[in-house]
């Protein structure tokens, strides 16, 4: 029975599973799986009054407080912003099952309020939290940093950072995020840099909160090509082969009056991540700090280096230096045998591409061939020589 619930929930037929536990109640009693699953269902279809019903009946019935239930409901109404009912919930929660409340629990009462400006009542329930003797996470104490961003307490939140034993990038992105809100751009691309320092790798996300900062949400649409919207939003159309769109856009442009779309840096970011925008990024850089732009070009730089640099990486330790180099020969020999690698070899009078002869020697054994060098042959180096190779006579034979 409770697969069936489950199921159905999942396929958000809650009514469904409901009726389903209604008609086995005779034969089957259900138990604390069967009510939390219908009190998460409900919740996620946004009937609060039924599930807040379910769980009333379930403590009725004799069972222990579930917690998952109880911070589902919590949950979604933090998320229908109905903190004064939330607060009950978590209040009894708090009361029937203290010592069975992990941190987990108490992050999503202190990551609202944080995120909805009310960071003393957040410092409140955190401390709490604390002399319960809950262990403290980076997400929490990075909902806290934040909140006191988000209300020009930078000097608290710098302190509060600095008691943070091992920052991780919950803690940059939640410094990064703060300061761009409070129109700080330069204060969090001094972070991102020491982000890197720390040997704390940015991610995606960290790029675009530092471009939604220098730029904007909607992009300057100033005179400067450089970090106009209009001049970079046509150019990614153009990119993306959308050139139809792009003359659309431009006509509008020039008569004005129509409201510019929200820039989408995902979809930027996500259409330049290759080689030639790598080549982008790095020119886009040099321009920006051609013009005073220091801050921004060093994001651009860093964007392109990361991808420049985006290779096979492998780290390993062995008691013997001979026995990690032998490894690493395996690895990549095993990599350059089992995926068909190629490489553009430029000369003189002309240009050719060259697969990796261990993938074509692999797929020969693998199909029954021998193999056999031309002669004149050397010892393939690290790269490897690019040899052809050729058919044993008797296989060709047979085969003709």
């Excluded at 599930?51 to 004799?62: I, P, Q, Y």
């Excluded at 153009?238 to 139809?244: Q, S």
């Excluded at 290759?274 to 020119?283: H, L, P, R, S």
Aim: proline share 2%; hydrophobic share 40%; net charge positive.
């Amino acid at each position: 029975m409770n697969r069936a619930v489950e199921t159905l929930c999942k396929e958000k037929l809650v009514e469904e599973a409901k009726y389903v536990v209604a008609k086995l109640r005779d034969c089957i009693e259900p138990d604390e799986v069967t009510y939390r699953t219908m009190i998460e269902g409900f919740c996620d279809v946004g009937d609060l009054v039924e599930a807040a019903k379910l769980w009333n009946l379930m403590m009725d019935e004799g069972f222990e407080v579930d917690v998952e239930a109880g911070k589902k409901i919590m949950e979604t109404l933090l998320k229908k912003n109905q903190f004064d009912e939330a607060s009950k919930v978590f209040y009894v929660m708090v009361s029937k099952r203290g010592e069975g409340l992990d941190v987990s629990f108490y992050r999503v009462m202190i990551d609202w309020l944080c995120r909805n400006g009310r960071v003393d009542t957040a410092r409140k329930v955190f401390d709490e939290m604390r002399e319960r003797g809950i262990q403290v996470d980076n997400l929490t104490w990075a909902s806290i940093i934040y909140g006191l961003l988000a209300k020009r307490r930078v000097a608290e939140a710098y302190k509060t950072v600095e008691g943070v034993e091992n920052p991780d990038i919950s803690i940059y992105h939640a410094l990064i995020k703060g300061l761009v809100k409070i129109k700080r751009a330069s204060e969090a691309t001094e972070v991102f840099r020491k982000m890197i320092e720390r040997g704390c790798e940015p991610i995606m996300h960290t790029y675009l909160m530092l471009l939604q900062g220098h730029l904007g949400r909607r992009g300057r649409k100033g005179p400067d090509p450089l970090v106009n919207f209009d001049t970079i939003f046509v150019g990614g159309m153009v990119k993306a082969g959308k050139r139809l769109e792009a003359t659309k856009y431009v006509e509008r442009t020039l008569k004005r009056g129509v409201e510019v779309p929200r820039f989408d840096y995902n979809k930027f970011l996500h259409c330049y991540s290759n080689e030639e925008g790598v080549v982008m990024f790095e020119e886009m850089a040099k321009k920006l700090r051609e013009v005073g732009l220091f801050d921004l070009a060093d994001i651009f730089q860093r964007t392109g280096s990361r991808w420049r640099n985006q290779r096979v990486r492998r780290c390993l330790s062995s008691v013997h230096r001979a026995d990690g180099l032998d490894a690493c020969k395996f690895l990549i020999d095993e990599l350059k045998a089992t995926v068909p690698i190629w490489k553009k070899e430029v000369y003189a009078n002309g240009e050719v591409w060259k697969e990796n002869s261990e993938f074509l020697e692999k797929r020969l054994e693998l199909d029954g061939l021998v193999k056999k060098p031309v002669v004149g042959e050397h010892k393939r180096s690290c790269c490897g020589s690019k040899v052809r190779v050729q058919e044993d006579e008797e296989h060709k034979d047979n085969s003709s």
